[in-house]
């Protein structure tokens, strides 16, 4: 099965890697420079494996009013279509609004229409070190993305941002940007964890919909890991086989915090600590895994 991680290939896009797969640089200039931004659109915005398809089903349900009618009859690409990929941007210029979108993109390439718009963005950020070793384990399983190697080797592209989508650090950092502005959301996945009600709560008023308690326990429930993994509208089973070896394992792993522990040495986790905080100097901000 060799073939499918050397077929596997990377271009630059202005600095930024995206995998040639149902990627293309016009596609992504496209995005970039002509997608058009509703004022009713909703952006579910993350670097990978931060959480981007809890949040999905999170949104879904909140437009549902926490009834998991839609979660359960359409696939979650379909219900907010990453606006980057081939596919997906086909997807999202044929959704008829309001929109629900989503999108992987740094700040500097995500569509230059979002400014001065009144479209909302709800930003979800996770732990690096959970990051880092969610997307060394799915990078063994998405065929997008190439076979990660040694641990050592993934942890350094992983530091140096060569990677699908660049660096962590630059993308939490330009998104973070925004922090303050009125159709911003910025949410951790730890915050979801911890709390997953008062965060779904947020995230309603956020979007100026206030739902009833009931509601939304509806919505935590029904975006829980438990029944996100037997759904598979959600589980990304049915994703096909070139995008996805099933086989190797599933986008709903664990869904724990801390799992880092369990793959990265000490000195290589000290050597995150490191770039962590030298970079955390420049934010004024705390997380909740610090
Ligand atoms: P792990 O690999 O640590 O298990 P993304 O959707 O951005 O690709 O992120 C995938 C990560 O989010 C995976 O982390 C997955 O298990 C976790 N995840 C997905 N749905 C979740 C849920 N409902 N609750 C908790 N974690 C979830």
Redesign the pocket.
Known sequence: DDSWAMATQYFPYKGVLFPCFDYSPETLSYVESQFQVRDDDIFNV?Y???????ML?ILSLIRCDGDPSWVRSVLNWDRAPWIETKTGLATALKYPPPRLLTSHLPLQLFPRSFQGSQAKVIYTLRSPK?VL??LY??SKVLRLYKDPGPIDTFLQDFLSGSLPYGSWFDHVAGWLGLRGHKNFLCIT?EE??QDPWDSVRRICHFLGKELSEQHISSVVEN???QT?RGNKMSNVSQLPDEYMDHSKGQ??????CG?WKNLLSEEQSRRVDAAYQEWMQALDITFPWD
Do not use: C, I
Request: net charge neutral; hydrophobic share 35%.
């Open positions: 993350t990978p494996k931060s959480g981007t398809n809890w089903e959970d070793v969610s384990h799915f996945y979801l964890q975006a829980s890991f996100m986008l709903l792993r664990k869904g724990v799992d």
